[in-house]
C-alpha cells in the first residue's frame, strides 16, 4: 500500500518537472492546510490534496475552503486507489513515490490579486524559513546550497 508521504514525494517530482516550486505542508490565512502547495514561474499557485484511503476521501468535506486559494487544484492518490470516486471538477493525479502524471487537468480558477499576493508571501517565507532549518540542522550547508537551482 502506497503511503501518503510517497504519494507527497512522487506529486514534488512531478510538479517540479511542470515548472512549479512545491513545499508540502502549507497552511493557508483559513487555517486548512494543503498537502502540497507550488508556485507557477508565473505566480500560478497550485494546491494538492493527497488521499490514500477511501474513507479519509469520503469523510473530507473541507476541500472546497481550498479552493479560493488556488488556481489550479489536485487530488493526488496512489495507483491502486479507485480514482472514479474522486470529486469529478477537480484536477487528478496519480502518484507513487517515483513520480507522478496528471490523468485529468484541474479546471483553471481566478483568484484575486491581493489573495495571491498575500499566498506567494506566505509561500516565500514558509519556504525561507524552512531551508534555514535545514541548512541548521546540516554539518555541511555550504553543499546543500551549492545543489540548489537559482
Not at 479560493?68 to 493525479?93: H, N, Q, R, S
Not at 513515490?97 to 483553471?108: N, T
Not at 506567494?120 to 537551482?149: S, Y
Request: hydrophobic share 45%; charged share 25%.
Amino acid at each position: 500500500m502506497t503511503t501518503a508521504a510517497e504519494v507527497a514525494r512522487g506529486v514534488s517530482r512531478l510538479l517540479i518537472q511542470e515548472g512549479y516550486s512545491p513545499i508540502l505542508e502549507f497552511t493557508l490565512a483559513n487555517g486548512r492546510r494543503l498537502d502540497v502547495a507550488a508556485l507557477g514561474g508565473d505566480g500560478t499557485v497550485v494546491g494538492v490534496e493527497i488521499k490514500v484511503a477511501i474513507p479519509d476521501l469520503k469523510g473530507d468535506m473541507k476541500w472546497p475552503e481550498y479552493l479560493e486559494f488556488c488556481e489550479l487544484f489536485y487530488f493526488a492518490i496512489p495507483p491502486e486507489f479507485p480514482d472514479e470516486l474522486v470529486p469529478p471538477k477537480t484536477g487528478l493525479i496519480i502518484a507513487d513515490r517515483y513520480g507522478g502524471a496528471i490523468v485529468r487537468p484541474s479546471p483553471i480558477a481566478q483568484i484575486h490579486a491581493s489573495r495571491r499576493k498575500a499566498v506567494t508571501l506566505r509561500f516565500a517565507k514558509v519556504a525561507a524559513e524552512r531551508l534555514a532549518m535545514a541548512l541548521e540542522l546540516t554539518a555541511d550547508p555550504a553543499r546543500i546550497l551549492g545543489a540548489l537551482p537559482e
